[in-house]
């Protein structure tokens, strides 16, 4: 079983609407939850982290984080292509180790 | 954010050989920083966990006699991938630990011919 699941992708948006990832995962010792983004031939970039249940906002990123169900997710609200990007899940104890899931491929459509 | 660089950012090198790279945390004094590799189209995998001064903590199935890593200063740690064979070709990137997030360097595309 892997300890980090993401929806599969690719995961294709129009322009404009809104996109949502989502991420499972199997450590309940997790404490902080890290969305990465990652462009074609590039480093992860951080997008957000949360460290408790509920929303956290930052611009148009909302993550959401639900520890009893082990899920937490992504929303990005007027979609622009340049958020064409592969986004990573990667719950953590701390900023000890990262386990990162295996990424869902999001496209946005002019 | 801290800033990280690496060198070189791509290096192609023949099967049997060495290669060397660096991790420098550039405005962040780390002591702890991680080496990645990330295979095409796949996520990254931690190696190993690189702690100045000491020894390297190495993950699962990660040879630590192919893949030395030595972190001599907080701000440098350095990966040598030893008798590189085309197997050994992915995109290698470090990262460095703070408060509560870690910070990504650039990468470095190794092809192994």
């Known amino acids: 079983q892997k300890e980090v699941e993401q929806n599969s992708g690719p995961l294709s948006v129009p322009e404009g609407a809104i996109a949502s990832l989502n991420c499972t995962y199997s450590?309940?010792?997790?404490?902080?939850f890290f969305w990465y983004r990652q462009y074609s031939g590039k480093s992860p970039e951080l997008i957000m982290s949360?460290?408790?249940?509920g929303d956290k906002e930052d611009g148009r990123f909302t993550a959401q984080l639900n520890k009893a169900s082990q899920y937490v997710s992504l929303l990005i609200r007027d979609s622009q292509p340049s958020d064409s990007a592969t986004y990573l899940c990667?719950?953590?104890?701390?900023?000890?180790?990262?386990?990162f899931g295996q990424g869902t491929r999001l496209t946005i459509n002019p | 954010g801290a800033v990280v660089s690496q060198h070189p950012s791509r290096v192609i090198c023949k099967s049997g050989t060495s290669v060397k790279i660096e991790c420098r945390s550039l405005?962040?004094?780390?002591?702890?920083m991680f080496w990645y590799r990330q295979f095409p189209k796949q996520s990254l995998m931690l190696m190993a966990t690189?702690?100045?001064?000491?020894?390297?903590?190495?993950e699962q199935g990660v040879e630590k006699d192919k893949f030395l890593i030595n972190h001599a200063s907080l701000t440098l740690s350095t990966l040598t991938v030893t008798s590189a064979h085309p197997e050994d070709s992915s995109f290698y990137i470090c990262?460095?630990?703070?408060?509560?997030?870690?910070?990504f360097g650039p990468g470095t595309r190794l092809t192994v011919l």
């Open positions: 990667a719950p953590s104890e701390g900023a000890q180790k990262l386990v």
């Open positions: 450590d309940r010792g997790s404490q902080s």
């Open positions: 949360i460290y408790s249940n």
């Open positions: 405005d962040f004094q780390a002591t702890t």
């Open positions: 690189s702690n100045e001064g000491s020894k390297a903590t190495y």
């Open positions: 990262s460095t630990r703070g408060d509560n997030e870690q910070f």
